[in-house]
């Protein structure tokens, strides 16, 4: 165990034990919730299950030995629901092709992880900015949620409108959402997969879904997901001509990602003792934690699954006592002992999963209360990325806007200062987004 430096991070190994036992709870959601996010594709959801658990032990696993933190990983809610509802279901493109955005989107995030280029996009892009997108994202996972528990619904007259919340269905739902955000706002340990447990239980008792006959079985295959991953459909269309079409959405998964690890490793960090302007050893455990994050995403892709991400869940690890690579390596562990549990996750019904999508984007959406409104071009930015992502359907197309508008109203407010280079960059490739749509 040396190789963690135990003694030196003043922890042991039955504390980095408990603390990946505590990371894995509160995490565990994520399996039924992916997969069956991701399984409106088309793709096979006992596979999805297997791939989901899989990756996430790899990814975890990877990261405590390369990095030596105690954050774990797993495919990020967010883009794996623009994966599926903005670029399959929205744009219409294969599965194939959407997994070959994925992996190019993580080897480009490979190769930036390991130069400076990477540090220089982060310090380009105010942080206001990414709280923008961390907000638009929330609302956005949140009304696929709210779409598919039949809240929202379509409206010829005015596009969209209030479901029939009063059947059954819908109000196990509802009585879902407010079940987790009770459970999260007294500190529960595995508040959200405690609530999908409460409210799968109700579902069973009031007879809208099968009671499992069973909890326990071997892994599915993951054969019909498993390098069907398509890379040159990603450039060239139907017709075989050469198109820059999907360019902008490997972009977005590449910054999206990037930006989702930064931050929240910012934050874990410093619930973990990391100084990451002073400590340098801190610092450079989190560029660790960034190449393995790069990585896995690749793996994912291979594996079927979307982008993977650092989980803010890894703070109830730490403050569970985790300081080292152990509890990352732990926690790894115990995901590769839930791939015995398909029987289990497939009897989970959806709505005892989507009301986790509702409060995943309420705690996204704080980092609204964050941002300097008082600051004219953060302020107009913020609102266009925050509506335009669920809107439009699409994290590129808000973000694009956002982005669009910070550099107009610099511009108009000359203040030429605050117009950098990666502004510049991303701003001009904001630009080329709504030329090839």
Same mark, same amino acid.
């Given at each position: 165990m040396d190789i963690f430096k135990l003694k030196s991070n003043g922890t042991t190994v039955a504390r980095e034990l408990n603390a990946g036992l505590t990371t894995f709870l509160t995490m565990l959601y994520i399996i039924p919730v992916n997969a069956l996010i991701m399984s409106k594709t088309g793709m096979p959801i006992e596979a999805l299950i297997t791939a989901t658990a899989f990756v996430t032990a790899l990814a975890t696993i990877l990261n405590g030995l390369w990095s030596n933190t105690p954050m774990a990983m797993s495919v990020g809610m967010g883009l794996n629901a623009y994966f599926t509802f903005g670029l399959v279901l929205g744009m219409k493109v294969p599965w194939q092709t959407a997994l070959g955005v994925v992996c190019l989107s993580g080897i480009i995030f490979v190769v930036l992880s390991f130069t400076n280029f990477r540090m220089w996009i982060i310090s380009s892009i105010p942080k206001d900015l990414c709280r923008?997108? $961390? =907000?638009?994202?929330?609302?956005?996972? $949140?009304?696929?949620?709210? *779409?598919?528990?039949? #809240?929202?619904?379509?409206?010829?007259?005015?596009?969209? =409108?209030?479901?029939?919340?009063?059947?059954?269905?819908?109000?196990?739902?509802?009585?879902?959402?407010?079940?987790?955000?009770?459970?999260?706002?007294?500190? /529960? &340990?595995?508040?959200?997969?405690?609530? @999908?447990?409460?409210?799968?239980? #109700?579902?069973?008792?009031?007879?809208?879904? +099968?009671?499992?006959?069973?909890?326990?079985? /071997?892994?599915?295959?993951?054969? +019909?997901?498993?390098? *069907?991953?398509?890379? &040159?459909? @990603?450039?060239?269309?139907?017709?075989?001509?050469? $198109?820059?079409?999907?360019?902008? @959405?490997? #972009?977005?998964?590449?910054?999206?990602?990037?930006?989702?690890?930064?931050?929240?490793?910012? =934050?874990?960090?410093?619930?973990?003792?990391?100084?990451?302007?002073? %400590? &340098?050893?801190?610092?450079?455990?989190?560029? &660790?934690?960034?190449?393995? %994050?790069?990585?896995?995403?690749?793996?994912?892709?291979?594996?079927?699954?979307?982008?993977?991400?650092?989980?803010?869940?890894?703070?109830?690890? @730490?403050?569970?006592?985790?300081?080292?690579?152990l509890t990352a390596v732990f926690c790894g562990l115990f995901f590769l002992l839930a791939l015995f549990l398909l029987p289990f996750f497939k009897a989970i019904p959806s709505n005892a999963i989507y009301p986790v999508l509702v409060v995943v984007g309420i705690l996204m959406f704080t980092e609204l209360g964050r941002v300097d409104y008082k600051d004219p071009a953060i302020a107009c930015a913020t609102f266009f990325i925050v509506v335009l992502i669920p809107f439009t359907y699409s994290i590129t197309n808000g973000i694009a806007f956002g982005f669009l508008t910070y550099l107009v109203v610099r511009v108009f407010r000359a203040e030429w200062d605050k117009i950098n280079l990666g502004v510049l960059m991303l701003s001009l490739i904001s630009f080329i987004v709504f030329l090839v749509q």
């Open positions: 923008a997108i $961390s =907000g638009g994202i929330g609302a956005f996972i $949140s009304f696929v949620g709210f *779409q598919q528990m039949g #809240i929202i619904v379509n409206n010829d007259t005015v596009l969209l =409108g209030l479901g029939k919340i009063t059947e059954l269905n819908s109000l196990v739902s509802v009585l879902g959402i407010f079940i987790i955000i009770g459970l999260f706002v007294r500190g /529960m &340990k595995g508040a959200f997969i405690i609530g @999908v447990l409460i409210n799968s239980v #109700i579902s069973w008792v009031l007879g809208l879904s +099968p009671f499992p006959t069973e909890f326990v079985s /071997m892994p599915a295959s993951i054969n +019909p997901i498993f390098l *069907q991953l398509d890379i &040159k459909s @990603v450039f060239y269309n139907s017709l075989g001509l050469f $198109s820059w079409a999907l360019l902008p @959405v490997i #972009i977005v998964f590449f910054v999206t990602d990037l930006f989702d690890s930064v931050g929240t490793l910012s =934050g874990v960090a410093s619930r973990s003792g990391y100084d990451l302007d002073k %400590d &340098k050893e801190g610092a450079k455990k989190i560029e &660790k934690t960034l190449e393995a %994050d790069a990585l896995a995403t690749v793996a994912g892709s291979l594996f079927g699954v979307s982008t993977t991400t650092t989980f803010v869940e890894s703070s109830s690890g @730490v403050e569970a006592g985790g300081r080292t690579g």
